[in-house]
């Protein structure tokens, strides 16, 4: 079973750019999260997405917006890009049921020039 | 709100040593899960072991097990006969029942010695 993947494992934006992140899930797994890792701040949760729905979302400015398609891939962009964007971004994805084990992929590493 | 705190940022020992690693939550919830992830140099975050809030007995898995006091807040992980392999940033974090959002310490890296 492959597991969760995240493209692409590394990117450089310039400030004022945006930039789109893509997260594949565990097969047939219906939950996407995605978090933001920085040394600063540690791990933040951005949002969580199931079934094409938002169902939770963190405490980030509108810039950060995501989004998740009928085969659960899940995509997440960040507009109007800040030095302080530049971050770890991992996806987790989690089965049907409630409180599974979330799985992570390796992230994104994006970095704002 | 619900928050995780793991005070020891850096930890080292020698191989085959034990470690325990602290890490102290609160939430006003009743429900939740509490889980220790690793994360290599690769990044990719692994899960080590979880607890479910409502079972009283210490979950174990192999060399790594968990020491949860509820009343106390408290879920520390013990690693038995450390591995070269085990080096990594341990991190803490808390589930409430029925949101996928974990809320995560700020970890403990933590070295394993020849």
């Known amino acids: 079973k492959a597991g969760v993947t995240q493209t692409p494992r590394y990117l450089i934006k310039t400030r004022g750019q945006q930039v789109t992140l893509s997260c594949s899930p565990i097969?047939?797994?219906?939950?996407v999260s995605w978090y933001q890792q920085t040394p600063g701040q540690g791990l933040q949760f951005l949002f969580e997405y199931f079934s094409e729905t938002q169902r939770n979302k963190g405490n980030f400015p509108g810039r950060f917006s995501g989004r998740q398609f009928s085969n659960s891939r899940s995509e997440m962009n960040v507009s109007t890009l800040e030095l302080g964007d530049s971050a770890l971004y991992l996806c987790a994805s989690s089965g049907a049921g409630q409180n599974t084990e979330a799985f992570f992929g390796q992230g994104t590493r994006l970095t704002v020039v | 709100a619900q928050t995780v705190t793991q005070s020891q940022p850096e930890m080292s020992v020698q191989e085959a040593e034990t470690v325990t690693l602290s890490c102290t939550y609160d939430?006003?919830?009743?429900?939740?899960?509490l889980f220790w992830y690793k994360q290599p140099p690769s990044r990719q975050m692994i899960l080590v072991i979880r607890q479910e809030a409502y079972k009283q007995q210490n979950a174990t898995e192999n060399r790594f097990s968990v020491n949860f006091q509820k009343a106390a807040k408290s879920f520390s992980l013990k690693i038995s006969d450390s591995q070269l392999g085990d080096t990594a940033m341990y991190f803490c974090a808390l589930l409430l029942w029925g949101a996928q959002k974990l809320v995560f310490g700020q970890g403990t890296r933590l070295t394993i010695n020849p």
């Open positions: 939430t006003s919830e009743n429900n939740y899960y």
């Open positions: 097969s047939g797994h219906r939950s």
